[in-house]
């Protein structure tokens, strides 16, 4: 059965991201996308008049589906402290994954010729999980909003590293599977994000 409507619309949206993942924002073309989601021509440009139109649509659906994955530090300990560490660790699971990490290195990709594209990719990633971060900290450690959101940039930027930079590398390989929360001890040294978390915000 032929989908039509807000089911085509998803389709296609699904279709694009992986489309744009695969072969960058250049490379991809508004024919290319058309034939992988089984549509006509028409119909694409009926829903989406440019491919601009379509990369930020593509990267609106990124967003949510990543602040679901993400959660906010409330979702993963009652402790305030011990949420941050898991929600850290969680970012860093969710870069290992292959959707997550060649959406960073799109955006790296894309930088020069395409600033503002590249930029709304950071800001799904690194904005939706600083911004829910900094929240954090200033509802159960009382910091003002500036000095919260200096903080959680600091978190967010030693609690990846060096995993980022390895995986943009290839010195750790991506993983194709979605990772799952109930594995996040086990996949991520989330030791090691305690004792930095204690560095950047004594508790």
Request: aromatic share 6%; with cysteine; proline share 5%.
């Amino acid at each position: 059965m032929a989908r039509r409507g807000e089911a085509l619309r998803e389709h296609i949206l699904d279709t694009a991201k992986l489309a744009f993942l695969e072969t960058g924002f250049e490379r991809t073309s508004m024919d290319a996308i058309a034939a992988r989601a089984e549509t006509s021509k028409r119909s694409l440009y009926a829903h989406f008049p440019t491919k601009d139109a379509l990369f930020q649509a593509v990267v609106d659906r990124i967003r949510t589906l990543f602040a679901d994955r993400m959660g906010t530090p409330a979702d993963y300990a009652e402790q305030p402290a011990e949420a941050i560490v898991r929600y850290c660790g969680r970012f860093v699971q969710l870069l290992r994954w292959s959707s997550v990490g060649r959406m960073v290195r799109l955006g790296i990709g894309e930088a020069d010729r395409l600033p503002e594209l590249a930029a709304g990719l950071f800001d799904v990633l690194f904005g939706v999980t600083t911004g829910n971060l900094a929240a954090h900290l200033v509802t159960a450690f009382g910091l003002p909003d500036g000095e919260a959101e200096g903080v959680a940039e600091e978190l967010v930027g030693v609690a990846i590293h060096p995993t980022l930079p390895r995986l943009l590398f290839g010195v750790e390989p991506l993983t194709d599977e979605l990772p799952s929360r109930a594995d996040l001890a086990g996949e991520v040294d989330l030791d090691r994000i305690r004792r930095l978390l204690h560095r950047v915000l004594p508790v």
